[in-house]
């Protein structure tokens, strides 16, 4: 059984001065680059990326191999890009989408896997970090019209996720959590 991959990197980046699509660590690694490195070495297939602002400019960027698709002009919100990618995980064969935002340039394979053991179509779960839900998510295909239709604003899975229970998966061990708001 096959997991599709998805990257969300459509938003403007606000709060970090600019798309984080085009974001890099301080060594000059792409963050696009890792993360779509990081879901295939989880073994994601195939591996979606969802780009917007500064789509131009960042496509170039992601990796040969990997499906890109955009948001539309003016909905730009995480909603949007949730939607678009789970729309594209429709197209592939994938029993369930591995959600990583593209500001998690840390996020380890490792965590991914074990986010994604036991996936099925019904599957429901996301990263825990010191029992804060975190990132990657988890859905299974039976989920994504539903995760679709409940969407709305700057808004991603996450109330959806509560209300129906998905499992936390601790991964504490494995990485921080914590995702790049600004870049310091």
């Known amino acids: 059984m096959t997991v599709c991959g998805v990257v969300l ?3 403007a980046g606000t709060r970090f001065g600019g798309p984080k699509a085009l974001a890099r660590t301080a060594a000059g690694e792409s963050w696009l680059v890792l993360a779509v490195a990081t879901l295939r070495a ?3 297939v195939p591996v979606v990326v969802v780009l917007g602002t500064g789509a131009d400019e960042a496509e170039p960027l992601v990796p040969t191999g990997t499906v890109v698709v955009r948001v539309a002009d003016g909905y730009r919100e995480l909603s949007a890009s949730v939607r678009v990618g789970l729309e594209a995980a429709a197209g592939s064969s994938a029993v369930a989408a591995l959600v990583v935002p593209v500001d998690v340039p840390e996020l380890p394979a490792s965590a991914c896997r074990r986010v994604m053991r036991r996936a099925d179509g019904d599957a429901l779960r996301q990263a825990a970090y010191r029992g804060r839900p975190g990132h990657p998510v988890l859905i299974g295909r039976a989920h994504w019209p539903r995760v679709a239709g409940q ?3 700057d808004r991603g899975a996450g109330a959806y996720l509560r209300a129906h229970g998905a499992e936390r998966v601790e991964c504490a061990d494995l990485w921080h959590g914590r995702d790049r708001d600004t870049r310091d």
Do not use: W
Request: charged share 0%.
């Open 9 to 11: 990197a459509a938003g």
């Open 42 to 44: 989880a073994g994601c």
């Open 151 to 153: 969407l709305a604003g």
